[in-house]
């Protein structure tokens, strides 16, 4: 259902920048200059062999001193146990085995997850073998050599890394249940609302931020329908470190949302949306996921008749990219309009999954484009054939044209404000993909 999700680990200058960067290939740079997606190299989406998933770099740790480092590798080797269902584990064939790469070890060992481990800077087989070889003390299985600089060993790599992919579990096939995940900064209420929902506390709550230790799948039962909502936890503990806080908790929603249908973000009414928020909402229009904002803490802000749409407004303006997004004023301590999320929920998968007949579509792009003439560029015109749905979750569509660079965003953009007019998709991003067809 969900696309797994492959974290790097490694001590500081092994090389795990470099391996994310190649396996990641372009992709990592987000060519969009969209406000709010997230620039900082945490995750990307890879393919291999028709095999799609999602890497995460650890990172984050300051060659300090070795304390420091080790505790950081711990954290590090955590969040990667929490979080992957493949660990690559990698070392360096230059510095040797290393205390601290021992210790890991043991940790990832104990996890049961799969755990591959690379040994990089293997520029020369011929050279470097034997000392390859000392790195089956660790206990976790062969070693693979590899150059993440020079590229050796990547494919082999990849090759052992998707056989450890869980194989889709027929169960998980079967359930239907919507899946929501509540993102947001730590200690902006994320476990309050999810024991409002409840009814009971299942999840501990204080005012520590990162009270919650790991991401939790609650189900719960409204007016006879079953939803799964999975809670992002805060982060293990505090760390000094503010960046390290924030890169943690982006990982945490990054693969929270990869399994959600529906993205809850919740934002503090008091603090208002931060950058954080901005990140993790980027992250979610990227993934296409259904998207509701709840501004919660709503009972904590002193109102008129104009706040709401004046906090509207602010929330448009700041996450400009995602104008489709469901916005929701509620109190997780009061209960303020807690009854609104289910409808809300069910409204956002249904445009997520809903589907147009390609007559209707083709309608529609043909008033459309008799209403505003599409652009030209020296004597060449854009012509728009065809339109047609391709996929759902999200609704993706396929305009056929007659010349792909006179497409211009804005006059996609067009295009989906016509389909929006006619067919509302709240909650929803719309995907288009421009193809060309020859004319003639």
């Known amino acids: 259902m969900s696309k797994p999700v492959v974290a790097i680990v490694g001590r500081p200058n092994v090389g795990k920048s470099t391996l994310f960067n190649v396996l990641a290939g372009e992709r990592i740079s987000i060519v969009q200059d969209t406000p709010g997606v997230t620039r900082d190299r945490i995750y990307a989406e890879v393919n291999w062999l028709d095999k799609m998933f999602t890497l995460i770099d650890t990172g984050g740790i300051e060659p300090d001193s070795k304390d420091i480092i080790l505790s950081q590798m711990r954290e590090q080797a955590a969040i990667a146990i929490e979080t992957a269902d493949v660990i690559i584990f ?17 940790l990832l060992r104990q996890s049961k997850k799969p755990v591959i481990l690379a040994v990089n800077k293997v520029d020369s087989f011929d050279k470097f073998m034997p000392d390859v070889y000392e790195f089956y003390n660790l206990g976790i299985g062969d070693p693979i050599p590899v150059s993440a600089a020079s590229r050796l060993g990547i494919g082999d790599l990849l090759d052992v890394v998707i056989e450890q992919f869980p194989v889709g579990d027929a169960e998980e096939e079967e359930d239907e249940r919507p899946r929501i995940a509540i993102v947001g900064k730590p200690n902006v209420g994320k476990s309050s609302l999810v024991n409002r929902l409840l009814g009971e506390q299942r999840v501990i709550v204080s005012d ?71 990140k993790i909402a980027g992250i979610a229009h990227e993934r296409g996921k259904g998207i509701i904002i709840a501004v919660n803490k709503w009972d904590a802000i002193e109102k008129n008749d104009k706040t709401v749409r004046e906090y509207t407004q602010k929330i448009r303006q700041i996450l400009s990219f995602m104008p489709y997004a469901e916005i929701l004023f509620i109190s997780a301590k009061t209960g303020q309009r807690i009854p609104r999320i289910f409808e809300m929920i069910d409204i956002v998968i249904e445009n997520n999954s809903m589907r147009i007949a390609t007559g209707v579509l083709n309608e529609i792009m043909t008033e459309a484009v008799a209403m505003q003439q599409p652009p030209s560029d020296k004597g060449k015109r854009l012509r728009l054939y065809y339109i047609t749905q391709v996929a759902i979750k999200p609704p993706t569509f396929v305009i056929f044209v007659n010349d792909k660079k006179l497409m211009h965003f804005s006059y996609t953009r067009y295009m989906e404000n016509r389909i929006r007019d006619a067919f509302g998709f709240r909650g929803t991003s719309l995907k288009f993909i421009i193809r060309e067809r020859k004319e003639g």
């Open 90 to 106: 990698i070392t360096d064939v230059r510095q040797g085995l290393q205390d601290a790469d021992a210790k890991v070890a043991d």
């Open 208 to 278: 520590i931020a990162g009270t919650t230790r790991d991401a939790i799948d609650t189900d719960i039962k409204y007016e006879g329908k079953e939803y799964v909502f999975i809670d992002t936890a805060g982060l293990r503990r505090k760390s000094k470190i503010k960046e390290e806080i924030e890169r943690f908790s982006i990982i945490r929603a990054v693969t929270a949302i990869e399994r959600s249908d529906v993205v809850m973000i919740m934002i503090d009414a008091i603090e208002g949306v931060t950058e954080q928020d901005a």
